[in-house]
C-alpha cells in the first residue's frame, strides 16, 4: 500500500515551452503533497506544499508563477514547469502524506526534466 | 533552520561487511529523525525514524540511534547484502526551527555492495 505514482518519469521539451508533471497516490488519499527539486549529488530541495483545494505554500527563493502547483483533488497534484529553460532541468519528485501520521510521506519515483 | 549532514559517498562494501553511514543535525528543540533509502529507478522509501532521545529506530537489519548529546542519527547494519546497494538519505522534521510534516534532507550517500 501507500503508493505513490509520478508521470511521465522522464521528458525534454525545448527552451520556452511548459511542461506538466503529474504526481498521484493511488491507494490512498493525500491531504498534503509536496514537490522537491533534487540536482546531481544534492540532497532534496522542497520547494512547495499543496494542501487539496487551496493554494500551494511556496518555499523562500521559488518562483511561484514559474512552477504553478494544482492540487486538484486528494489523489492527483500536477507541477506546470511554464517557460521552461535549460536551468530548469533537474530531478523533480513529488511526495504525499496521508492519514498515518504527519511524519509520514510516502515518494514517487521521480520525473526528469531535460530542457534544451 | 534546521540541517542535515550526512557522509559523503560513495561507500563500496563487500557482501557481509559492517554498515555506518554519519548523519549529523542542526536543529532546536526536538526533532524527529528518518533514513530513507532509494533503490535504483524507485522512489524514496522511509527504512526507519526516531522520534525522541534515545530511540533507536530498526528495520531490515538497518539500526539508527538517536543521540541528542551528539546531535546524531547514525545509520548501522552488521551485515550489508548486494540488494542493500541504494542511495541512503538522513532527514529531519519538526525541532522548534520547523514544521511537523517539512522534511530537511542530507545529501545522500551512495551504497554499493560487492558480492
Known sequence: GAVVSQHPSWVICKSGTSVKIECRSLDFQATT????????????MLMATSNEGSKATYEQGVEKDKFLINHA?????????TSAHPEDSSFYICSARGLAGPDTQYFGPGTRLTVL | GNSVTQMEGPVTLS??????INCTYTATGYPSLFWYVQYPGEGL?????????????????????????????HL????????????????????????????TFGKGTLLTVNP
Open chain 1, 33 to 44: 503533497m509536496f514537490w522537491y527539486r533534487q540536482f546531481p549529488k544534492q540532497s532534496l
Open chain 1, 73 to 81: 483533488s486528494l489523489t492527483l497534484s500536477t507541477l506546470t514547469v
Open chain 2, 15 to 20: 557482501e557481509e561487511a559492517f554498515l555506518t
Open chain 2, 45 to 73: 522509501q522511509l527504512l526507519l525514524k526516531a522520534t525522541k532521545a534515545d530511540d533507536k529506530g530498526s528495520n531490515k537489519g538497518f539500526e539508527a540511534t538517536y543521540r541528542k548529546e551528539t546531535t546524531s542519527f
Open chain 2, 76 to 103: 548501522e547494519k552488521g551485515s550489508v547484502q548486494v540488494s542493500d546497494s541504494a542511495v541512503y538519505f538522513c532527514a529531519l522534521s519538526g525541532g522548534s526551527g520547523g514544521s511537523n510534516y517539512k522534511l
